[in-house]
């Protein structure tokens, strides 16, 4: 299947959730080291690559990148 559309950093929620491409370029202290969209709960895409979060509808974000929301996947 075709990737959904990438959300954009500049994308409003993205922007209030302070995602990130890259979880290793945020500079929020709440990320934890080794956390990223791949081990993410919201997400369900693959190890690589760009998946969907729960958190943006319709859109994908990259398994590298990182927000706020983040919470480890049990
Ligand atoms: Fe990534 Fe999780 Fe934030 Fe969605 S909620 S953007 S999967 S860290």
């Known amino acids: 299947a075709a990737d959904l559309p990438h959300v954009s950093p ?3 929620t993205a922007k ?3 995602y990130v491409e890259d979880a290793n370029t945020t500079k929020d202290a709440k990320r ?3 956390d990223a969209c791949a081990n993410c709960q919201f997400y369900s895409g ?3 690559g760009y ?3 729960q958190l ?3 859109k994908s974000v990259n398994a590298k990148g ?3 929301s983040h919470s480890k996947k049990a």
């Open 46 to 48: 693959g190890a690589s």
């Open 16 to 18: 209030a959730l302070g």
């Open 56 to 58: 943006f509808p319709g």
């Open 51 to 53: 998946g969907p979060c």
């Open 32 to 34: 934890k080291a080794g």
């Open 10 to 12: 500049d994308d409003p």
């Open 66 to 68: 990182w927000c706020v």
